[in-house]
């Protein structure tokens, strides 16, 4: 009995070791490659990654026909878009989405094989609904309100039945062109309107805006959140965690870069004070009540340009620069934030670096 035991185990552990090499048969040397990097220290967990891929001329006519494995040839859920075309009418740009949870530091490899096949079942995660005034954006967690002609651009950012955003809504400085949708989930939905644009990933349900021009100029991204009359918390990421209240209708907290460091002042208009200064600043932050909790954040909080980021008594918040490009960041969550956020401030602000090849 024994000697039977024995090998049956021994067929089991070689049956086991053969079972990598039958999945990364399924890879063709040809397939396209491409490599995911963690650079911030931080564990991610179900976390956001695009890889935009320039596929040869003639190799794709359908991106719905692609595949996303991994380096041990495990297929991965993944949502594919044609972004360019050749002149053959080929896929030349190729956007992959999918989610990673991979642990700090590391580097992960996936290769997208062009099958012919149908791709493993993305879930319902993110979808798009359009009329003539409106695009809504929603999940099981999330739906926002875009409005096509941009006044404001967003009326509404809601979490659950919770709603996070006043009447005055979220504006930019740029004025939002013609509508586009260039993804629709279920992984990203991504809106293009001229100059800006919005993007959302099934994973978090943060919206990510974004404005660009061809000189610097003076950006700024403008909300009026729906919280109750204050107190209001308020917190910046900086050298140490910074936080604060907002006791009267019409204080500010206002988070300043520049060249020589950071400062943030508090008070009500010009008899703002200095509440705290230092070199390093991360250009993220929190607004709260007892029941809602929106963290914000601004992409490259360097002293170029001299960001600012501003949270008000009343709910108002800005995040303003001089430069091509501003990307803001919303996250709208409730209480307590450190359960219902599922990620955090500096972990959206450190997407993943993704490169095409090995």
């Known amino acids: 009995m024994r000697r039977i035991v024995l090998v049956q185990s021994s067929l089991v552990a070689a049956l086991l ?11 063709p040397s040809d397939s396209p490659a491409f490599t995911v990097r963690e650079t911030a220290g931080l564990r991610r967990f179900g976390y956001p ?10 190799a794709l006519r359908d991106a719905t026909t692609t595949r ?40 992960e490899t996936y290769y997208v094989v062009m099958s012919g096949e149908t791709a493993l079942p993305r879930g319902r995660g993110l979808a798009v609904t359009e009329s003539v005034d409106e695009i809504v954006v929603a999940s099981s967690a999330i739906t926002h309100r875009i409005r096509r002609d941009g006044k404001p651009l967003l009326t509404s950012i809601a979490h659950g039945k919770t709603e996070f955003i006043a009447a005055a809504g979220v504006t930019a400085t740029l004025a939002p062109g013609k509508a586009e949708v260039l993804k629709r989930g279920p992984f990203n939905v991504t809106l293009r309107l001229g100059a800006v644009t919005l993007e959302y990933v099934s994973s978090k349900s943060w919206v990510k805006i974004t404005q660009r021009v061809t000189a610097p100029m003076l950006l700024a991204v403008d909300a009026r959140f ?5 107190p209001l918390l308020w917190d910046f990421g ?23 460091g950071w400062c943030v002042q508090t008070g009500v208009g010009e008899r703002s004070s200095v509440y705290a200064s230092g070199k390093r600043c991360e250009g993220w932050g929190h607004l709260a009540d007892k029941q809602r909790v ?14 600012s980021l501003l949270v008000g008594a009343d709910g108002r918040f800005r995040a303003s620069t001089k430069r091509k490009e501003l990307t803001v960041y919303f996250h709208a969550v409730g209480q307590p934030v450190q359960v219902t956020a599922m990620t955090s401030p500096p972990s959206m602000l450190a997407p993943l670096v993704v490169k095409q090849g090995k």
């Open 17 to 27: 070791t053969l079972i990598p090499n039958s999945y990364a048969a399924k890879i």
């Open 49 to 58: 990654v695009t890889a935009s891929l320039t596929m040869p001329q003639g």
């Open 68 to 107: 996303l494995f991994d380096a041990k040839g495990k297929e991965v859920a993944a949502q594919f878009t044609a972004m360019a075309k050749w002149p053959d009418g080929s896929v030349r740009g190729l956007d992959v989405d999918f989610t990673s949870n991979i642990g700090p530091m590391e580097t």
């Open 226 to 230: 729906a919280l109750p009359e204050p």
């Open 238 to 260: 900086v050298e140490s965690w910074l936080y604060g209240c907002l006791r009267k209708p019409t204080e500010t907290a206002v988070l300043r870069q520049d060249t020589n």
């Open 294 to 307: 929106i963290a914000f954040g601004m992409a490259d909080f360097s002293g170029d340009g001299e960001p």
